[in-house]
């Protein structure tokens, strides 16, 4: 059997909603043991959805412990003591109000954090929604169907647990101090808006409607995408149905999903049913 990138890694999480589990998650997949830091009122995201809850601390070891008690600080340090990597997602008034930049310096640990904002706005509120919000990923009137922010900080929050342990390794068993990368929330938020903001993405885009080639039509029975941005695949589509918005429309329309997905494979078109 072969071994996972991090096995012998320990990582502590105390992040609770979505980008830490997520961090998590990830690194769990790499092979690392994590071992899970709840409070006593749990992770609120068990109690949103449960199943993603289990989902993400699939082969973690869920503990809890009362942060704010003696017995939860001498728990908390203990398990400091054997890791390699600490987790968090909270504002860095609330971890100094825990001590956990003494504890970091103390094991010398690779710590983690997530924060919403930068610099001086780092103990700002916020949520994806309101990361989202400044960054031109929302549509008006309408509620994202993926937190964006909070995914894609999830895997910088991994990517940057892996840097830390490189950077831990390149200074040395001798060196003092533990390493702290911040990973910022509204920062994934405009990473991921790039393409929105220089207008490949959004209504009436390229991507976001405006080629009959890239776009979801309504077939008898359901809907499909239609990926056939390159010219090979657009002018296969446009020999077999046609080149214009109209004509797909119409064409799609006419038979049930099911054809379609035959129709994809017969002709090597990045065609797909839109689940719902």
Known sequence: MNQQPLSGVTVITLAVNLPGPLAAARLASLGARVVKVEPPIGDPLSLYVTDYYKELATGQEVVTIDLKSPEGVRQFDQLAKEADILLTAMRPKAAHAL?????????????????GFAGDRADVPGHDLTYQAAHKTLVPGTMPTVPVADVLGGEHAALQALAGL???????????????????LDEAAQWAAGPARHGLTGPGTRLGGASPEYRTYATQDGHIAVACLEPHFAKALAEQLGSEHEELEAAFASQPTAHWVEFAHSHDLPIEPIAV
């Open 99 to 115: 001590g956990i930049p003494d504890t970091v310096d103390k094991y010398r640990l690779v710590h983690v954090e997530i924060v």
């Open 166 to 184: 490189r950077e831990k390794e390149n200074r040395g068993a001798d060196a003092a101090g533990g390493i702290v990368k911040r990973v910022v």
